[in-house]
Nanobody, 111 residues
Framework: QEPLVESGGGLVQPGGSLRLSCVAT????????MAWYRQAPGSSREFVAW???????DYSDSVKGRFTVSREGGEDTVYLQMNRLEPEDTAVYYC?????WGKGTLVTVSS
């Protein structure tokens, strides 16, 4: 069983929205912090946002004001609401909790 499973990626036009989900179904414990990272073609993986069980959040400057990370709906699930998407947001988005990584979900922003 995979420790983290992402879903919600797809193709969207610039200015559109997507909501990503990540469930920690296979982790041996409930993670306090769950985070999102992304990796664009030809680039290194970069931090996007994190959310804690107690409601704390943080964002990279490149997504602040456009993306919202949340842990609503359960301790083992993290969401990433992405609004006003730009072509530069095109990447594989990965969920991370503790030492565990998901396999990623592809987000493509293109007209």
């Amino acid at each position: 069983q995979e420790p983290l499973v992402e879903s919600g990626g797809g193709l969207v036009q610039p200015g559109g929205s997507l909501r990503l989900s990540c469930v920690a179904t296979g982790m041996p414990f409930s993670p306090y912090i769950m985070a999102w990272y992304r990796q664009a073609p030809g680039s290194s993986r970069e931090f996007v946002a994190w959310a804690s069980q107690s409601g704390g959040t943080d964002y990279s400057d490149s997504v602040k004001g456009r993306f919202t990370v949340s842990r609503e709906g359960g301790e083992d699930t993290v969401y990433l609401q992405m609004n006003r998407l730009e072509p530069e947001d095109t990447a594989v988005y990965y969920c991370k909790a503790d030492k565990y990584w998901g396999k990623g979900t592809l987000v493509t922003v293109s007209s």
